[in-house]
């Protein structure tokens, strides 16, 4: 059983930048590729961005692609998203998850979540 606990939420101004960070423990972390999923208010959960197990590869959904950069570091069983040019749709709930897979964009392939951290961007 994974347990993940997201951290560095907050509230910024558009423009910002902001780093949120996960940490897992209570299993190997090198064998679940690792995604960021985010929840605005009254929309459904919506993928941000994946990392395979080695950290080698990313996939990003379109809206973040130039401004969100995922990274993992395997020996402290973290994972990073570092959020540049922050825009007020950005407002979410986020999400760290872990899949079993090499890595996945699909909200059904990922089977443990943190409890995510709040990002809020003021105009």
């Known amino acids: 059983q994974v347990q993940l606990v997201e951290s560095g939420g907050g509230l910024v101004q558009t423009g910002d930048s902001l780093r949120v960070s996960c940490v897992a423990s209570g299993g190997t972390f090198s064998i679940y590729g690792m995604g960021w999923f985010r929840q605005a208010p009254g929309k459904k959960r919506e993928f941000v961005v994946a990392i395979s197990r080695s950290g080698t590869s990313t996939y990003y959904a379109n809206f973040v692609k130039g401004r969100f950069t995922i990274s993992r570091d395997n020996a402290k069983n973290s994972v990073y998203l570092q959020m540049n040019n922050l825009k007020p749709e950005d407002t979410a709930v986020y999400y760290c998850?872990?899949?079993?897979?090499?890595?996945?964009?699909?909200?059904?392939?990922?089977?443990?979540w943190g409890q995510g951290t709040q990002v809020t961007v003021s105009s």
């Open positions: 998850a872990a899949t079993p897979r090499d890595w996945s964009t699909s909200f059904s392939d990922y089977a443990y």
